[in-house]
């Protein structure tokens, strides 16, 4: 079935250093992919999405493009800051399957 | 909006008790779905409704959990009798419609912890 790889963290920044989360996925189908966000105590927010190859989805800073030969859709920012601490998740969803699938989660904890 | 509210917050309850857990999707939203988040195993889609219509339950983990939602501004989680292996987050989340680029838009989760 389909599935999401995600690095594994926790991952620790100092402000203003770039960030990369990589993922890579495995569908039968055409996916759309999605990266969501979890701060502290709250539920999962969606952060950025793409529904096709080469679509580069973009918030808040956040960007990833959707690379249907690598089967990738890494997450990257150029300037993190303390409020980004976070888990990011990298998530695909299938109109075959009828599901979301998210990956393991990545801890991001950026330091002042 | 108010969002996707849950409820309670936390639960702390005993084993063998029974315990269920509420969700009030966004208003207007046709889909529902519950989710459970441990640290062993991520997070898992346990499952959705749409229409109130319960449309895969295939990650419900046993029949001691239970799901129903008779109303679109309405659904609940049962688990009877609860176990310590139960404890975990809690979320519910609603969308809009289905299609491969839709939101979903999530609780804030319900705390659960069997003693």
């Known amino acids: 079935g389909d599935s999401v790889t995600q690095m594994e963290g926790p991952v620790t920044l100092s402000e203003e250093a770039f960030l990369t989360i990589n993922c890579t996925y495995t569908?039968?189908?055409?996916?759309?992919l999605f990266w969501y966000v979890q701060y502290p105590g709250e539920g999962l927010q969606l952060l950025l999405k793409a529904t096709k190859a080469d679509d580069k989805g973009s918030n808040k800073g956040f960007e990833a493009t959707y690379r249907k030969e690598t089967t990738s859709f890494h997450l990257e920012k150029g300037s993190v800051q303390v409020s980004d601490s976070a888990v990011y998740f990298c998530?695909?969803?299938?109109?075959?399957?009828?599901?979301?699938?998210f990956g393991a989660g990545t801890t991001v904890t950026v330091r002042a | 909006d108010a969002g996707v509210i849950q409820s309670p917050r936390h639960e702390v309850t005993e084993m063998g008790q029974e315990v269920t857990l509420r969700c009030k999707p966004i208003?207007?939203?046709?889909?529902l779905f519950w989710y459970r988040q441990t640290m062993m195993r991520g997070l898992e889609l346990l499952i959705y409704f749409n229409n109130n219509v319960p449309i895969d339950d295939s990650g419900m983990p046993e029949d001691r959990f239970s799901a129903k939602m008779p109303n679109a501004s309405f659904s609940t989680l049962k688990i009877q009798p609860s176990e310590p292996r139960d404890s975990a987050v809690y979320f519910c989340a609603s969308s809009l419609d289905w299609g491969s680029s839709y939101e979903q838009y999530f609780g804030p989760g319900t705390r659960l912890t069997v003693t």
């Open positions: 208003s207007g939203h046709d889909y």
């Open positions: 998530a695909l969803s299938d109109i075959n399957d009828y599901k979301l699938s």
């Open positions: 569908a039968t189908g055409y996916p759309s």
